[in-house]
C-alpha cells in the first residue's frame, strides 16, 4: 500500500510498515530539523515573555510586597498574561496564581475593572 511523505507529500511504497517518510531522501532528516526549530522558536518565544514580565515585576515590586496595578496599565507597560509557568488555585476564594520567577500573580476584577495583583516571595 502506498503512503505519503509526512514531509514532502511525494506518495512511494514503504518498505516496511512503519516508515513515513520517502526512502532513499533526507525527508527524516529535514522533518526533524523542521520540528526542533519549532520548539527552539517556541522556547525562544516563551523565554521572552517571561523576561518581560518578570523585568516589569521587578521594576514594579523589587522588594518582598504585594501590589496591585490597573491591567490596562499593566499590559501597556509590557505585561503578558499568557507569560507564566505555573498555575495554583487558591480554593478559598477561587482565585487563579500565576508563576513568574519569585512573583506570583493574579488577575482580579472590582467594580467590573480589571486589575494585575502581584506578590513576591
Ligand atoms: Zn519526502
Redesign the pocket.
Known sequence: MKKK??????E?EPINGSSS??PE?D??K??KKARQKIVDDLIKLIRKGLYKNFKFFNELLPSIDNTSILLETAIQRGFDEHAFYKTAIDKSNNITWYNCGNYIFSIQQKNGIKYLVIYKN
Open positions: 511523505c509526512l514531509f514532502c507529500g511525494t512511494f517518510y520517502c531522501s525527508c527524516y529535514k522533518a
